[in-house]
């Protein structure tokens, strides 16, 4: 009887995840990063204020990679996560 209740709670758990990882049917093809352009070589502005670097290169890499379209912004360290 235990054992059944342990396969139940699991399969109830398994569906909240799936139900949970379906996304939102807002479906735009959007990556959006938030890259800190004040730290070369990762991310800083050329001559032209465009943002490059090895954060803006891996970004534009894997939106490739998923077709999706990359949108870019100057992210501060206050919306950075504490270490």
């Keep these: 009887m235990r054992r ?3 396969w139940v709670l699991l399969t109830v758990m398994i569906i909240a ?8 049917g807002n479906d735009d093809n959007k ?9 070369a070589p990762m ?3 050329d001559e032209n204020n465009e943002i490059v670097g090895f954060d ?5 890499a894997a ?3 998923w077709a999706k379209r990359l949108l870019s912004s100057q992210s ?5 996560s504490p270490s």
């Design 4 to 6: 059944k209740g342990v």
């Design 17 to 24: 995840v799936i139900a949970g990882c379906s996304g939102s």
């Design 31 to 39: 990556l959006v990063i938030g890259i800190d352009d004040k730290f």
């Design 43 to 45: 991310g800083f502005r």
């Design 56 to 60: 803006i290169d891996y970004a534009k």
């Design 63 to 65: 939106a490739k990679k």
């Design 76 to 80: 501060t360290g206050q919306l950075k």
